[in-house]
Each structure stands twice: as structure tokens, then as C-alpha cells.
């Protein structure tokens, strides 16, 4: 009997709509375009479990300071496509993190 293939699933993110159903179980969220980001701004500590965070695409150019403090789990962070030119030190809170994606914004340096 042949073995059967098995494709790996892509996962497709959580909008924020979809996330906010079941905030603690929200394992991932990708904010793409400037509809969710100052909405996700504001309920951000409502994702304690959140393991990845794209935000793509976003005219934003400050993330406060509070948003890195409260994702304690965070394992992926993508910030790209927007002109963000500095990150806040509280970044270095997200002390799981694996992998970082800072493309294509303004970015002058990053904080020590």
C-alpha cells in the first residue's frame, strides 16, 4: 500500500476581527493595512498567548511602548512595509523571540 502525501497546511492569519472571538487562544495575527492597527493598539493586552504578530503595510510610524510588554510568549515578529523609524526598548521584553522581520522600513537603528 503506497504511503499517502501529506501537504503541509500554510497558515493563514487571524484578521483581528476573528482574533478578538477568543483573545487567549489566538495563537497568531497578521495586520495588514491601516484598518486594524490602532484598534489592535488598544486591546493588544487582551493576547497574552499570541505566539506570532505580522503587522504589513500600515502607514504607522511609532508602536507605543506598552505593546512589547505584553506578549510574553511572542516567538515571530514581523513589522514590515511601514515607515516605522525607531522601535520602542521595550522589544527587548519579548524575551522568545525567534525570529524578527524589520523589512523594507525607515528604521535609523534599533535600541540597546
Known amino acids: 500500500m503506497a504511503k499517502e502525501k501529506r501537504t503541509p497546511k500554510t497558515v493563514i492569519p487571524d484578521s483581528l476581527e476573528a482574533a478578538m472571538k477568543n483573545p487567549r487562544k489566538a495563537k497568531g495575527i497578521g495586520l495588514l493595512g ?24 500600515n502607514r504607522i510610524d511609532r508602536i507605543p511602548p506598552k505593546v ?28 522568545h523571540l525567534e525570529r ?12 540597546s
Open 68 to 95: 512589547f510588554t505584553h506578549f510574553p510568549h511572542l516567538q515571530s515578529l514581523g513589522i514590515m512595509c511601514c515607515p516605522i523609524e525607531r522601535l520602542p526598548a521595550t522589544i527587548g521584553n519579548l524575551t
Open 34 to 57: 491601516d484598518r486594524e492597527i490602532k484598534d489592535f493598539f488598544g486591546v493588544c493586552d487582551r493576547f497574552a498567548n499570541l505566539r506570532w504578530l505580522q503587522i504589513v503595510g
Open 100 to 111: 524578527l522581520d524589520l523589512s523594507a522600513n525607515r528604521l535609523k537603528a534599533l535600541p
